[in-house]
């Protein structure tokens, strides 16, 4: 058999899956989104009627997306700055040479990231409880009164962030590490000689050496934070008030529970849009700051 | 001078206190929601939902665990989702590693062109393919059944990515040598370049299989029967329906969490390993 012809019988599987099952869909989600495409479409192709880009422009007056793409924002502005803290700190703690049983806690603090979403959100919703909850009762000790976590608007997406940066900052803590081991030895102790403090040294060496490793985790984070979906499904169907409603619990509704295909699929490429615009400022801000 | 370095170590004490002060509380931050459910899933009905919230189960009972398996039938639930994750692990498995040595060490019209094309794809999100692809697998008939879940997850650009990034180290020579003998193609593949493989296929597995087993919203479209739900799906499902039952929902809770935590505590070093390898290039 002639060798090229082999390499294609390798690589063929691959692309055809690839192609047919994602390339083809993403191709036709653009098409559908300039459709009415509906549950009439779904019963016979022929009431199927091409409306140029009015799913999009109905969208933009919709309340409710834009009360969604809200309520992803604050998510995502909250959420990913506090979660790279998390991460950051847990990994200069792992990383401070007077640190013992660092493999432990490395494990212990990553075991989140492996766990199955849905079933820690089912557990949050216990945990959260406004009366029986263990978290309101140890915030009872320290003189705070019962938050009604899930079921008052104003905390409801507050409580998802919380989830959201328990469940992720393991992942993020793992490439910080890998981050903090590359940097010289050197640099720090070039530092302590001239008499920097701790503090110093993390503002003037740590922080600047970590550019490249900070410019991936945030991209990576802001990206996958976009994508809201499991946890407002699984603990608050997107109440109180449509409060915790994000952009693919929108389209979900949409699209699965009042099939309007048409219009979730201009939901999900306006979610895509968003992504690349802000992933690709981002890549543009850190190469201006020369972080990558 | 030796004040300087008194000062020094009373300092790096304190200092010391500190970072296993942080890391006891994040520890147990972290741990505190798996211990809790722990707890909770062997109290008797009823014994959670008390004030204050009871830590310890006051008398340990594994009737939550009973009751899952004899009435709520978790037994093929759990069963729908090792079968489901495990067929996805194999074939994905097989089908990424043969493209991921082509493009490292095959040659092919066009190789660069389309690898750069599936790198630049990776910043699609899967969600934007899921209505167009439900109406596809309508067409075809794999709605509601677990090949609809399976098929799209057989091959995927990360694990290409993957095992083209470790394939690269493999010495050229040694597959002209084996090519030189008269090994064929199939063999080389299987015999050569397999077992060296080994370590990022040990990686590939462990993340494609945790990444299926928690897979959530993909299963919840395409699955709409009850009987065929993967462990996450009907988990949301039963939370929504038995909200009262905290010591039976905990008890789910744990069967669904407890496979790929074990996994991943027998096989950590593989899986951090990948996990570095696979964000060097974002």
């Known amino acids: 058999m002639k060798r090229s012809l082999v390499a294609w019988v390798f690589v063929g599987p691959a692309l055809i899956v690839l192609g047919v099952f994602f390339g083809l869909p993403v191709f036709a989600a653009l098409l559908l989104s300039l459709t009415d495409f509906d549950l009439y479409a779904l019963a016979d192709w022929r009431n199927l009627r091409f409306v140029g880009f009015g799913n999009y422009i109905e969208l933009l007056q919709t309340p409710l997306f834009w009360k969604s793409l809200g309520n992803t924002f604050y998510f995502v502005i909250v959420g990913v700055p506090l979660s790279i803290a998390v991460s950051l700190g847990a990994a200069l703690l792992l990383n401070a040479p007077v640190a013992r049983f660092r493999a432990f806690f490395r494990t212990a603090l990553f075991a989140p990231v492996v766990t199955t979403l849905v079933a820690v959100a089912v557990i949050w919703r216990y945990l959260f409880h406004s009366s029986y909850g263990l978290v309101n009762w140890a915030l009872g000790h320290v003189g705070i009164a019962p938050i009604d976590w899930l079921g008052d608007p104003q905390w409801a997406m507050p409580t998802i962030i919380l989830l959201a940066v328990w469940k992720n900052f393991g992942y993020n803590m793992v490439i910080f590490l890998a981050g903090l081991q590359a940097i010289p030895q050197d640099l720090y102790e070039a530092a302590r000689i001239d008499g920097a403090s701790r503090r110093r040294q993390f503002w003037h060496i740590t922080l600047p050496m970590l550019g490249p490793v900070l410019m991936v985790v945030g991209v990576i984070t802001v990206a996958g934070y976009f994508q809201l979906f499991a946890e407002p499904y699984v603990m608050t169907r997107g109440d109180p008030l449509q409060s915790t409603v994000s952009v693919l619990y929108f389209m979900f509704e949409e699209g699965f529970r009042w099939w309007n295909l048409g219009r979730a699929s201009a939901v999900a490429f306006l979610l895509f849009l968003i992504i690349l615009a802000i992933t690709a400022a981002m890549m543009r801000f850190g190469r201006k700051k020369g972080m990558v | 001078m030796s004040a300087a370095i008194r000062g ?117 999100p899967s969600q934007v393919a899921m209505l167009p692809l439900f109406l596809m697998l309508k067409q075809m008939g794999l709605v509601n059944s677990y090949a609809g879940v399976v098929v799209p997850g057989l091959a995927s650009i990360f694990g290409i990515f993957l095992v083209r990034q470790y394939a690269r180290s493999i010495p050229d020579e040694l597959i002209e040598a084996a090519r030189i003998d008269g090994a064929g193609e199939w063999r080389i593949f299987f015999r050569i370049v397999l077992p060296m493989l080994k370590p990022v296929l040990v990686t590939l597995a462990i993340f494609t299989f945790m990444g299926s087993w928690n897979d959530f919203m993909w299963p919840l479209i395409v699955l709409t029967d009850q009987t065929n739900y993967t462990l996450p799906v009907a988990l949301a499902s039963l939370s929504r329906e038995h909200i009262q039952d905290v010591e039976m929902m905990m008890a789910g809770a744990v069967l669904t969490v407890l496979p790929v935590l074990l996994l991943f505590l027998m096989l950590q070093r593989y899986y951090i390993q990948g996990l570095l390898l696979g964000s060097v290039k974002g």
């Open chain 2, 8 to 124: 020094g170590v009373g300092e790096s004490r304190g200092h010391a206190l500190l970072v296993h002060a942080g890391l006891i509380a994040l520890t147990l931050l972290s741990l505190a929601p798996l211990l809790w459910m722990l707890s909770v899933s062997f109290m008797p009905a009823g014994g959670a939902s008390r004030f204050p919230p009871p830590l310890l189960p006051s008398s340990i009972t594994l009737d939550n665990y009973r009751a899952l398996f004899d009435r709520i039938g978790m037994g093929g639930y759990f069963a729908n989702s090792a079968l489901v994750a495990s067929a996805i692990t194999l074939l994905s498995l097989l089908i990424n590693t043969m493209a991921g040595y082509a493009f490292a060490k095959l040659r092919f019209a066009g190789r660069e062109r389309i690898f750069k094309l599936l790198l630049a794809a990776l910043v699609i």
